[in-house]
């Protein structure tokens, strides 16, 4: 049986390889993909947080709103949630384009992001990863070894 701080890992090693994929992106100039990476970043983030309070969401993109109810009694999470809802604004848009209005010319993101776009996403996508990852460590030993929490016992 799986344990809710494996799945929190796993969420948390997946937000850092799209990390790693949006510095990569937007170093590629691909700046809509780069804001794309950021996204999936904090939601995996946010997810991971949701594990540990025993809410699994899979099929939802949009987890701002339940990761603040969850973790309301954290003074950071509002901040979090809000930092976070900017790039869920972004959601989809980021990956595809929009035509459903003919009176308009498609809208494509690969030519309607800039560079500064990605960089603030990016930026986004850090605070929330390190701020979550190093609240899920100090309050529920998430990504601590066996051998780190031995340690700890023993001081």
């Known amino acids: 049986m799986l344990k809710h701080k494996d799945i929190a890992i796993a969420l948390l090693t997946e937000a850092e390889e799209d990390i790693t994929s949006a510095k990569l992106l937007l170093d590629g100039d691909v700046y809509s993909r780069s804001i794309s990476s ?61 035509f459903r209005r003919t009176d308009l010319p498609i809208w494509m993101p690969s030519k309607s992001y800039a560079r500064e776009d990605a960089v603030e996403a990016l930026a986004k996508a850090k605070y929330v990863f390190n701020t979550v990852s190093e609240y899920l460590r100090k309050q529920y030993q998430v990504g601590e070894t066996e051998e780190d929490g031995e340690e700890k016992r023993e001081e």
């Not at 969401?57 to 003074?75: C, L, M, N, R």
């Open 38 to 98: 950021s996204q999936h970043a904090v939601e995996k983030t946010l997810k991971a947080a949701l594990v540990m309070k025993d809410i699994i969401i899979t099929t939802e993109h949009v987890v701002s709103e339940d990761f603040f109810i969850a973790y309301q009694d954290w003074e950071e999470s509002i901040k979090i949630k809000r930092v976070v809802q900017t790039l869920e604004r972004e959601g989809t848009k980021t990956e595809y384009p929009l």
